[in-house]
């Protein structure tokens, strides 16, 4: 050893310090994870929220922009739709992918990860003031997301649901259409 300088000593000191940063450090690391997470959840839910509404408002202009409900097809809405009626109404039923993108009702389909679910059926409350020449129709459209968002439980979501009300007018009935 050279005169004047003192041996260094080593120290558990230091070991001691990186374990603890290393932790702490793990630590934020795990809060910061869950943070963009909820954060990416939160961008997803508010864009399938505003694509939600816009094809459940379509659904409802759509039906609204008929002289009748009698007189809807499949072919009024996107390609895929499903309209199964009875004698009350009519359910309308589409499937999109996780892209939002319609998923046909024939041939290979990919899982679906959005529901859109709308039910025209007659007004009973409306019914009691109404006279013969209208009928009020109750419109109610639900959007669903089918799967899961990350680290999230819950299988099934509901993003939306609207009501709204039609009165359509005897006189707008086609010709053929009334009973």
């Known amino acids: 050893m050279l ?3 003192k041996p260094q000593r080593k120290s558990t000191f230091a070991l001691a310090e990186i374990v603890l940063s290393v932790a702490v450090l793990t630590v934020l690391a795990g809060f910061t994870v869950h943070m963009l997470i909820c ?3 939160n961008n997803a839910k508010s864009y399938d929220l505003y694509k939600g509404m816009s ?3 379509n659904v409802i202009e759509a039906i609204k922009g008929v002289p009748h409900p009698e ?4 072919e009024d809405f996107e390609p895929g739709a499903v309209l199964s009626g009875n004698e009350n109404g009519f359910v309308l039923s589409m499937y999109f992918d996780k892209t939002w993108a319609p ?3 024939t041939g290979s389909q990919p899982q679906p990860c959005y529901s859109v679910k709308a039910e025209v059926m007659p007004s009973e409350t409306a019914a009691k003031y109404a006279d013969s020449s209208s009928q009020t129709y109750d419109i109610k459209v639900c959007v669903l997301r089918l799967m899961p968002y990350v680290l999230e439980k819950h299988k099934q979501s509901e993003i939306l649901v609207i009501e709204t009300l039609k009165c359509y007018m005897a006189f707008a009935i086609p010709e053929g259409m009334m009973q």
């Open 3 to 5: 005169p004047g300088t």
């Open 39 to 41: 954060a990416k959840n």
């Open 55 to 57: 094809h459940a408002i």
């Open 71 to 74: 007189v809807l097809s499949e």
């Open 103 to 105: 998923i046909p009702s």
